[in-house]
DNA sequence: TATAACCTTAGAGCCAACTCTAAGGTCAAT
DNA sequence: ATTGACCTTAGAGTTGGCTCTAAGGTTATA
């Protein structure tokens, strides 16, 4: 229902229009996630609208956060969104939140214990002998894993 | 001037004081970042308090987010502080604190993306014909890198 | 027709930090 | 003397997502 000119692009037009590179438009076609509808007779891809946008889906997902093989699992609704559900979807969003959560947590707890760190040391030109930031990674009493970061005053 | 007994440990004894694997253990040794200061005749690692110490130290900068190559930086300002300045440590970790920062902002950015698909999304038993999480992966309109969440509500 | 700029493929290399394997040596207990 | 649990080494494999190389074929322009 588009009546727009459909533009016929190679693989190097199709780099520049989505800002991924040759190589990883390859690297994509390998793995399953997208295709190029047409070939030259000498093998040239040659890549569609359609072909065009479920890159940029691609690209979207990697963009928010989603694995390849996530994406592969969204494509497969993609493309027949009759037989899937929201729920299809809200799982696979959901999952991923979780993990991004999950690395966040552990990202923060990190921040805090170098900030405590830095706030702890001079940071000046004395000589390290006495650097707080090294005596608490001494005592170790930083952080274990899950643990709150305990780093003494 | 400690002068509790002396335990020596083997490798497995080590790894069961630390929670570090056995394997590791002689990883990190490879990567230079620690050694048994002792081998048995027949070549076996001996660790004294001393090792057991650094090793330990390689923990809670493991666990703190330092790469073993901070670690390597690190460890060579322990064994010699007075040839190094505390700004020396304050740099390391404020690089390390940058690192950090920098990655938490992208998976903020991609937490507050996927909540709002999720919140778009009914996730129901429907068919994903309408639904708003596919609609918005593929107008691509969510975030390209650096740039603000800016989902179509 | 020559040259440069494309394109193709299979497969290797990269990153970090492990994790594991193979093939063998050592040691304590039975 | 024989288990079985340890230890040694060099080196390969894992993870995910690229990134690059080599060796060659194609195409557009001068």
Redesign the pocket.
Known sequence: MDFGIEKIL??????EQTG?????L?????HGLIN?SN???????FYNDSDLRRVQFVKTA?NTG?????IGQLLSIRVDKRSHSCQDVTDITQKKLLEVSAKLTELQSMQQTLELLLESCCGGPENATHCSIMEALDAGLLRDDNKEARIIK
């Open positions: 190679k693989i190097s037009e199709l780099s991924l590179s040759a190589h990883t390859r690297y994509y076609e390998k190029a070939r030259s007779e000498a093998g040239y891809r990697r989603f694995s390849l093989a996530d």
